[in-house]
Nanobody, 126 residues
Framework: QVQLVESGGGLVQAGGSLRLSCAAS????????MGWFRQAPGKEREFVAG????????YYTDSVKGRFTISRDIAKNTVYLQMNSLKPEDTAVYYC???????????????????WGQGTQVTVSS
């Protein structure tokens, strides 16, 4: 069993920044990667960023490259998403997820993730 808890969401003006955290606990020792997804009302859940746990390699969807940075803290068993230059289009509920897919390289498929957090709301005003 794995528990994922997101935090750090909130309301921010366009151009501002937020830092999301995802704290993991439980049986996580064998996982291969962690990802961030987001879901806006009426839309399907969308891959945002991923990190391979073993070596820290990162992966991003094109719309956030250069603005968002995913990172991990092994000692704290936590993954972060630093979001800069936020746009109204970034407004969504953000979820972190854990993957046990071998050779993880930032999968965009929801089915490649086994555990999900409850989500944290990010609202960017114009």
């Amino acid at each position: 069993q794995v528990q994922l808890v997101e935090s750090g969401g909130g309301l921010v003006q366009a151009g501002g920044s937020l830092r999301l955290s995802c704290a993991a606990s439980g049986r996580t020792f064998s996982r291969y990667g962690m990802g961030w997804f987001r879901q806006a009302p009426g839309k399907e859940r969308e891959f945002v960023a991923g990190v391979k746990w073993s070596n820290g390699n990162t992966y991003y969807t094109d719309s956030v490259k250069g603005r968002f940075t995913i990172s991990r803290d092994i000692a704290k068993n936590t993954v972060y998403l630093q979001m800069n230059s936020l746009k109204p289009e970034d407004t969504a509920v953000y979820y972190c997820a854990a993957s046990w897919v071998a050779n993880y390289r930032g999968s965009r498929r929801e089915g490649d993730y086994d555990y999900w957090g409850q989500g944290t709301q990010v609202t960017v005003s114009s």
